[in-house]
């Protein structure tokens, strides 16, 4: 019993174009993402009488404010997954 596991399909490569799009379109949702999360750093920081407020019955802004950056982390990896999934030629 032979146990090949290389892979079953030529390498697939991308092109430099496509590349650099996709680098383009990263860091630029992370850049979205890193002013999301300063702000929420900050706001912490140097005003937490703001996030101790109530917006919802029993739940502060600073934990609704928590809970949509990891909704938006999420949502961003959907958006950069659609973004990304064609070559740069094609689009």
Same mark, same amino acid.
């Given at each position: 019993?032979?146990?090949?596991?290389? !892979?079953?399909?030529?390498?697939?490569?991308?092109? $430099? /174009?496509?590349? /650099?799009?996709?680098?383009?379109?990263?860091?630029?949702?992370?850049?979205?993402?890193?002013? $999301?999360? /300063?702000?929420?750093?900050?706001?912490?920081? +140097?005003? !937490? $009488?703001?996030?101790?407020?109530? =917006? =919802?019955?029993?739940?502060?802004?600073?934990?609704?404010?928590?809970?949509?950056?990891?909704?938006?982390? +999420?949502?961003?990896?959907?958006?950069?997954? +659609?973004?990304?999934?064609? !070559?740069?030629? $094609?689009?």
């Amino acid at each position: 019993m032979v146990l090949d596991h290389g !892979p079953s399909t030529a390498e697939e490569t991308e092109s $430099a /174009a496509t590349s /650099a799009r996709n680098s383009r379109t990263g860091l630029k949702l992370f850049a979205l993402y890193l002013a $999301a999360y /300063a702000s929420y750093v900050l706001l912490n920081a +140097f005003a !937490p $009488a703001v996030m101790e407020r109530m =917006v =919802v019955p029993g739940v502060n802004l600073a934990v609704v404010y928590g809970l949509t950056l990891i909704v938006l982390a +999420f949502v961003l990896a959907l958006l950069y997954g +659609f973004l990304c999934r064609r !070559p740069a030629e $094609a689009a």
